[in-house]
């Protein structure tokens, strides 16, 4: 008898379950966003009212940046080991103790305790990562993006939030004589407790899910496990090159941009409710898109989506460089977040495509250990240009980071969807 075997459709029927966890875990990557967004919202402000300049203004970036690489590939290992949740668990408990502490830093007006408050905080966002992997996780080659993007979408709806937070943080700060930046960490945890229920109600675990895919999908032909030490094909390691190199630049342009934008609206005299409102459209660029790109990845390939959304950051780091108005400067932050949601969900997709289940945790978490290490450079790098250049250098070498990883995408050979050789 013919052995079954995965439809190329892009419309196998998703089980019940795999929605319902899905949305889940949409919903909790909403509420970590909200909080993550204070950080290119407020964060270069906050350390330049800390040490009165702006050299260092991209460190609280880079600070997120570092404790994400620090917990990228230890919490995949911990994930692959035990399970997708384990890691959620750890990384919301770490994002609400670093709120705190940033919030009490704020009021202190006490640098050392605000860079620990970003560690810990950064940690916490690093590992809850691992919620791209409990997506794709549940998914078919065939349908993996679109499940990817999915989840990255409930960031969305923290892009609402967040605005509505600081604004709200702003308008009570006069009657609690409290400031506005420490309120408005000291409101995230409240915003985080819900989102351990989401996660307990996710279940089973997106790993187990994957292990045992074809009894959720009957269609699908039983997955071979390969062993830590099989060798990759070559076309997967050319592949899986081509998918880091391409997440590491979107990333690290996107958080070297991001993090002088607040810092070009400041000086042009904006209010923090309107940074917050640039910041939270540069998040709808990011996560509004998220599912028409997956389905597209999930069509006509993860090449050209990638490449689409590197040209797209391209042109978002000229107009936020080059230009001087606020609705300009918005707009190409909204372009820089849509390039980096093609550019980072073609990525990740072909990470999953060519990595085992088994040990799915830990080639994403690398994916996102030099990407946050992107995240570490760039935003301290772009400090230093706009202070020693201003920001039409910052604009050009924004450009100049994605030509590379372009070069590779264009010539890695994609046969199918998801299928490289």
């Known amino acids: 008898m013919a052995a079954k075997t995965e439809a190329p459709e892009t419309d196998i029927p998703i089980p019940a379950v795999v929605r319902r966890n899905t949305l889940l875990l ?29 050299t260092l203004s991209g460190a609280a970036t880079s600070l997120l940046g570092f404790a994400r690489m620090l917990v990228a590939y230890p919490v995949g290992r911990l994930t692959d080991a035990r399970g997708r949740k384990v890691g959620l668990y750890l ?22 305790l605000f860079g620990l408050g970003m560690l810990v905080f950064g940690a916490g966002v690093g590992a809850s990562q691992q919620l791209r992997v409990a997506a794709a996780d549940m998914y078919p080659t065939s349908r993996r993006s679109e499940g990817i993007s999915l989840v990255l979408m409930g960031s969305l709806l923290g ?37 351990f229920g989401l996660l307990f109600a996710v279940r089973p675990d997106p790993r187990e899910i994957a292990l045992d895919l074809e009894a959720y999908y009957p269609t699908l032909a039983k997955t071979p496990y390969i062993s830590p030490g099989q060798k990759t094909v070559s076309q997967n390691a050319v592949a899986r090159r081509a998918g880091i190199a391409a997440g590491v630049a979107a990333q690290g342009q996107m958080a070297m941009i991001m993090a002088m934008t607040s810092l ?19 998040v709808t660029g990011m996560f509004a898109f998220t599912w028409p790109l997956g389905r597209l990845s999930d069509r006509l390939g993860r090449k050209p989506l990638i490449l689409a959304g590197l040209a797209a950051a391209a042109l978002g780091a000229l107009l936020v460089g080059l230009s001087s108005g606020y609705w300009t400067i918005t707009l190409g932050t909204f372009f820089v977040g849509l390039g980096w949601s093609g550019a980072f969900v073609g990525a990740t997709s072909i990470i999953t495509d060519v990595t085992p289940a088994a040990e799915r945790g830990k080639g994403v978490g690398l994916l996102d250990f030099w990407s946050s290490l992107a995240g570490v450079i760039l935003p301290l790098a772009g400090g230093v240009m706009v202070e020693t250049s201003g920001f039409a250098m910052l604009a050009l070498f924004g450009v100049l980071l994605l030509a590379y990883p372009a070069l590779l995408v264009w010539r890695l050979k994609e046969t199918s969807p998801g299928s490289y050789g």
């Open 26 to 54: 949409a919903l909790a990557q909403a509420i970590v966003g909200t909080g993550m967004q204070l950080v290119p919202s407020l964060g270069a402000v906050q350390v330049v009212m800390l040490t009165g300049s702006s």
């Open 91 to 112: 990384g919301l408990w770490l994002a609400l103790a670093g709120a705190l502490i940033t919030g009490e830093a704020t009021l202190l007006k006490s640098l050392w």
């Open 159 to 195: 892009a609402g939030l967040s605005p509505l937070l600081v604004n709200f943080a702003e308008r009570l700060s006069p009657a609690t004589g409290v400031s506005a930046l420490a309120l408005a960490w000291f409101m995230v945890p409240l915003l985080i407790a819900p989102s």
């Open 264 to 282: 070009a609206l400041h000086n042009h005299g904006h209010a923090f409710s309107l940074i917050s409102v640039s910041v939270a459209l540069h």
